[in-house]
Protein backbone atom coordinates (compact mmCIF):
# COMPACT_ATOMS: atom_id res chain seq x y z
CA UNK A 1 0.00 0.00 0.00
CA UNK A 2 0.72 3.55 -0.04
CA UNK A 3 1.93 4.25 -3.57
CA UNK A 4 2.97 7.53 -5.04
CA UNK A 5 3.07 8.06 -9.20
CA UNK A 6 4.29 10.30 -11.14
CA UNK A 7 3.98 11.44 -14.63
CA UNK A 8 5.52 11.96 -16.60
CA UNK A 9 8.71 10.12 -15.37
CA UNK A 10 11.18 12.40 -17.73
CA UNK A 11 10.05 15.35 -20.31
CA UNK A 12 12.29 17.45 -22.29
CA UNK A 13 11.40 20.63 -23.81
CA UNK A 14 11.93 23.90 -24.93
CA UNK A 15 13.11 27.21 -23.31
CA UNK A 16 9.99 29.00 -22.84
CA UNK A 17 7.57 26.56 -23.09
CA UNK A 18 5.04 25.30 -20.04
CA UNK A 19 5.55 21.62 -18.54
CA UNK A 20 3.16 20.05 -16.37
CA UNK A 21 3.97 17.26 -13.87
CA UNK A 22 1.01 14.95 -11.98
CA UNK A 23 1.62 13.77 -8.86
CA UNK A 24 -1.01 10.85 -7.63
CA UNK A 25 -1.60 8.73 -4.51
CA UNK A 26 -2.83 5.77 -5.77
CA UNK A 27 -4.38 3.25 -3.14
CA UNK A 28 -4.84 6.45 0.07
CA UNK A 29 -6.16 9.66 0.26
CA UNK A 30 -3.81 12.13 0.83
CA UNK A 31 -4.03 15.45 2.83
CA UNK A 32 -0.64 16.99 2.37
CA UNK A 33 1.34 16.65 -0.86
CA UNK A 34 5.02 18.11 -0.97
CA UNK A 35 7.13 19.02 -4.23
CA UNK A 36 11.07 18.51 -4.16
CA UNK A 37 13.80 19.29 -6.50
CA UNK A 38 16.75 17.39 -6.31
CA UNK A 39 19.60 18.72 -8.37
CA UNK A 40 22.63 16.32 -9.60
CA UNK A 41 24.47 14.89 -6.70
CA UNK A 42 22.75 17.17 -4.37
CA UNK A 43 19.60 16.56 -1.71
CA UNK A 44 15.94 17.16 -1.94
CA UNK A 45 15.17 20.73 -1.40
CA UNK A 46 11.32 21.44 -0.79
CA UNK A 47 9.31 23.57 -2.65
CA UNK A 48 6.07 23.76 -1.12
CA UNK A 49 3.49 22.33 0.91
CA UNK A 50 0.28 22.32 -0.88
CA UNK A 51 -3.06 21.01 1.06
CA UNK A 52 -6.30 19.51 -0.82
CA UNK A 53 -8.50 22.56 -1.46
CA UNK A 54 -6.03 25.57 -0.52
CA UNK A 55 -3.69 27.45 -1.76
CA UNK A 56 0.12 25.73 -1.81
CA UNK A 57 2.99 27.34 0.48
CA UNK A 58 6.14 27.85 -0.52
CA UNK A 59 9.45 27.75 0.80
CA UNK A 60 11.82 31.00 0.47
CA UNK A 61 13.29 31.53 -2.70
CA UNK A 62 10.88 29.47 -4.72
CA UNK A 63 8.77 31.69 -7.42
CA UNK A 64 4.90 30.75 -6.38
CA UNK A 65 4.67 32.77 -10.06
CA UNK A 66 6.85 30.30 -11.57
CA UNK A 67 6.01 26.72 -10.45
CA UNK A 68 2.47 26.70 -10.00
CA UNK A 69 0.60 24.06 -7.71
CA UNK A 70 -2.80 23.47 -7.63
CA UNK A 71 -4.03 20.07 -5.01
CA UNK A 72 -7.43 19.53 -6.39
CA UNK A 73 -8.31 16.34 -4.92
CA UNK A 74 -7.29 13.91 -2.34
CA UNK A 75 -5.40 12.24 -5.23
CA UNK A 76 -4.05 15.00 -7.18
CA UNK A 77 -1.39 17.34 -6.83
CA UNK A 78 -0.11 18.76 -10.01
CA UNK A 79 3.21 21.02 -10.27
CA UNK A 80 3.57 23.40 -13.69
CA UNK A 81 6.84 24.97 -14.54
CA UNK A 82 6.16 28.23 -15.95
CA UNK A 83 8.16 29.40 -18.93
CA UNK A 84 10.97 26.99 -18.34
CA UNK A 85 14.23 27.82 -18.95
CA UNK A 86 17.39 25.58 -18.70
CA UNK A 87 18.12 26.18 -15.38
CA UNK A 88 15.05 24.80 -14.37
CA UNK A 89 16.48 21.24 -15.66
CA UNK A 90 16.03 19.10 -12.48
CA UNK A 91 14.63 15.97 -10.97
CA UNK A 92 11.49 16.76 -9.65
CA UNK A 93 9.91 14.32 -6.76
CA UNK A 94 6.73 14.43 -5.11
CA UNK A 95 5.34 12.91 -1.73
CA UNK A 96 1.94 12.18 -0.02
CA UNK A 97 1.07 11.63 3.57
CA UNK A 98 -2.45 11.10 4.83
CA UNK A 99 -2.81 13.52 7.63
CA UNK A 100 -1.15 17.23 8.44
CA UNK A 101 0.58 15.72 11.52
CA UNK A 102 3.92 15.84 12.83
CA UNK A 103 5.61 12.70 12.32
CA UNK A 104 3.03 11.46 9.57
CA UNK A 105 5.28 9.45 6.94
CA UNK A 106 5.71 10.68 3.90
CA UNK A 107 5.33 8.34 0.63
CA UNK A 108 7.82 9.32 -2.33
CA UNK A 109 6.84 9.05 -6.27
CA UNK A 110 9.66 7.67 -8.53
CA UNK A 111 10.51 11.30 -9.65
CA UNK A 112 10.07 13.10 -12.74
CA UNK A 113 13.42 14.21 -14.82
CA UNK A 114 13.13 17.54 -16.20
CA UNK A 115 15.28 18.81 -18.86
CA UNK A 116 14.96 22.20 -20.75
CA UNK A 117 16.79 22.13 -23.86
CA UNK B 1 16.80 26.97 8.73
CA UNK B 2 18.11 23.82 10.43
CA UNK B 3 20.96 21.70 8.76
CA UNK B 4 21.76 18.06 8.13
CA UNK B 5 25.15 16.69 7.63
CA UNK B 6 26.40 13.33 6.65
CA UNK B 7 29.27 11.63 6.77
CA UNK B 8 30.95 9.95 5.10
CA UNK B 9 29.95 12.30 1.68
CA UNK B 10 30.54 8.69 0.26
CA UNK B 11 31.68 5.15 0.58
CA UNK B 12 33.52 2.25 -1.58
CA UNK B 13 33.17 -0.53 0.15
CA UNK B 14 33.44 -4.68 -0.82
CA UNK B 15 30.02 -6.66 -1.01
CA UNK B 16 29.76 -8.57 2.60
CA UNK B 17 31.61 -5.53 4.69
CA UNK B 18 29.38 -3.18 7.38
CA UNK B 19 29.17 0.16 6.59
CA UNK B 20 28.63 2.58 9.24
CA UNK B 21 27.08 6.60 8.74
CA UNK B 22 26.28 9.31 10.82
CA UNK B 23 24.07 12.52 10.40
CA UNK B 24 24.48 15.47 12.56
CA UNK B 25 22.21 18.45 12.87
CA UNK B 26 22.70 22.18 14.18
CA UNK B 27 19.82 21.76 16.52
CA UNK B 28 17.35 19.23 18.60
CA UNK B 29 15.63 16.93 16.05
CA UNK B 30 12.19 14.96 17.58
CA UNK B 31 12.50 12.44 14.54
CA UNK B 32 15.18 11.24 12.54
CA UNK B 33 14.48 9.29 9.45
CA UNK B 34 16.62 7.45 7.33
CA UNK B 35 15.99 7.00 3.61
CA UNK B 36 17.74 5.22 0.56
CA UNK B 37 17.15 6.85 -3.09
CA UNK B 38 17.97 4.52 -6.12
CA UNK B 39 19.23 5.84 -9.22
CA UNK B 40 16.53 7.69 -10.67
CA UNK B 41 14.06 6.99 -7.98
CA UNK B 42 12.38 8.59 -5.24
CA UNK B 43 13.51 8.00 -1.81
CA UNK B 44 12.47 4.96 0.23
CA UNK B 45 11.63 5.32 3.77
CA UNK B 46 14.36 2.56 5.49
CA UNK B 47 14.08 3.48 9.80
CA UNK B 48 12.17 5.70 11.57
CA UNK B 49 13.13 7.11 15.10
CA UNK B 50 11.18 8.93 17.57
CA UNK B 51 12.52 8.93 20.96
CA UNK B 52 16.26 9.88 22.10
CA UNK B 53 18.27 6.52 22.48
CA UNK B 54 16.11 4.23 20.21
CA UNK B 55 17.73 1.91 18.62
CA UNK B 56 15.53 0.06 15.46
CA UNK B 57 16.47 -2.44 13.20
CA UNK B 58 15.17 -3.27 9.98
CA UNK B 59 16.45 -6.71 8.65
CA UNK B 60 20.38 -5.82 8.18
CA UNK B 61 19.85 -2.25 8.53
CA UNK B 62 19.88 -0.75 12.00
CA UNK B 63 20.05 3.21 13.34
CA UNK B 64 20.06 5.02 16.33
CA UNK B 65 18.60 7.70 17.86
CA UNK B 66 21.46 10.10 19.36
CA UNK B 67 20.84 11.06 23.27
CA UNK B 68 21.64 14.34 21.99
CA UNK B 69 19.33 14.47 19.66
CA UNK B 70 21.35 16.24 17.22
CA UNK B 71 22.65 13.24 15.78
CA UNK B 72 21.68 9.51 14.53
CA UNK B 73 23.21 6.84 13.21
CA UNK B 74 22.86 3.90 10.51
CA UNK B 75 24.57 1.22 10.15
CA UNK B 76 24.19 -1.80 7.31
CA UNK B 77 25.79 -5.24 8.01
CA UNK B 78 27.33 -7.67 5.83
CA UNK B 79 26.51 -5.70 2.40
CA UNK B 80 24.69 -6.76 -0.54
CA UNK B 81 25.07 -5.08 -4.44
CA UNK B 82 21.54 -3.75 -4.07
CA UNK B 83 22.88 -1.79 -0.75
CA UNK B 84 24.13 0.70 -3.83
CA UNK B 85 22.66 4.02 -3.34
CA UNK B 86 22.20 7.35 -1.42
CA UNK B 87 21.13 7.28 1.57
CA UNK B 88 19.59 10.60 3.24
CA UNK B 89 18.56 11.27 6.84
CA UNK B 90 15.88 13.94 7.38
CA UNK B 91 13.77 15.13 9.96
CA UNK B 92 11.31 17.86 10.64
CA UNK B 93 11.88 21.12 9.46
CA UNK B 94 11.57 22.89 12.52
CA UNK B 95 9.44 21.50 15.81
CA UNK B 96 5.67 20.54 15.30
CA UNK B 97 6.35 20.62 11.61
CA UNK B 98 5.42 18.11 9.13
CA UNK B 99 7.67 19.54 6.66
CA UNK B 100 10.95 17.37 6.20
CA UNK B 101 14.92 18.30 6.15
CA UNK B 102 17.19 16.15 4.27
CA UNK B 103 20.84 15.40 5.42
CA UNK B 104 23.31 15.83 2.73
CA UNK B 105 23.58 12.45 1.83
CA UNK B 106 25.81 9.62 2.24
CA UNK B 107 26.83 8.12 -1.49
CA UNK B 108 27.53 3.83 -1.46
CA UNK B 109 29.05 2.30 -3.54
CA UNK B 110 30.08 -1.73 -3.59
CA UNK B 111 33.25 -2.63 -5.39
CA UNK B 112 32.79 -6.10 -6.60
Known amino acids: GAVVSQHPSRVICKSGTSVKIECRSL??????MFWYRQFPKQSLMLMATSNEGSKATYEQGVEKDKFLINHASLTLSTLTVTSAHPEDSSFYIC?????????????FGPGTRLTVL | GQQLNQSPQSMFIQEGEDVSMNCTSS?????WLWYKQDPGEGPVLLIALYKAGELTSNGRLTAQFGITRKDSFLNISASIPSDVGIYFCAGPANFGNEKLTFGTGTRLTIIP
Open chain 2, 27 to 31: SIFNT
Open chain 1, 27 to 32: DFQATT
Open chain 1, 95 to 107: SASQTSGVGDTQY
